[in-house]
């Protein structure tokens, strides 16, 4: 009887690690980045991306920001890339951005019923909602 325990233990355990791995290396969502732009002291970059997870789901328009010397990290299961993600918008295409001064960032969105996440700052960086972008 214990070593029957053990065998589907054992089993339960490899088909544990299997999904992660599938999950890890095919992950569920695609980041497409469409563009970035670097801050006029260059410590910062925004970048916009487009988030795919799928035929069942919407694309997402999302701007992200991080320190010049890093770079983005993809979660390990989905795949997304959450690390200074400040916008999320519905939809893709929706979204102008700019730098405004070194630690201002200004966003433009087309339509603000598709917005899903907001934040108006990102360490030191002030982010604002206008048109202020050419």
Excluded at 2 to 11: E, M, N, R, T
Excluded at 47 to 52: G, P, Q, S, T, V
Aim: charged share 20%; proline share 2%; net charge negative.
């Amino acid at each position: 009887m214990q070593k029957i325990l053990l065998i589907a233990v054992g089993a339960v355990a490899v088909l544990g690690v299997g999904l992660s791995l599938v999950l890890h290396f095919d992950p569920l969502c695609g980041e497409e980045l469409m563009s970035e732009q670097t801050s006029p002291d260059g410590r910062h970059v925004a970048a916009l991306m487009i988030r795919n997870c799928g035929a069942t789901t919407d694309y997402a328009s999302h701007i992200n920001v991080r320190s010049s010397g890093s770079s983005f990290h993809r979660g390990f299961f989905d795949g997304t890339i959450t690390d200074g993600e400040i916008l999320t918008v519905a939809g893709a295409g929706r979204v102008r951005y700019c730098w405004l001064a070194a630690k201002r960032l200004s966003l433009y969105i087309e339509d603000l019923n598709k917005v899903r996440r907001t934040s108006l700052a990102w360490q030191d960086v002030d982010v604002t909602y206008a048109s202020d972008c050419p």
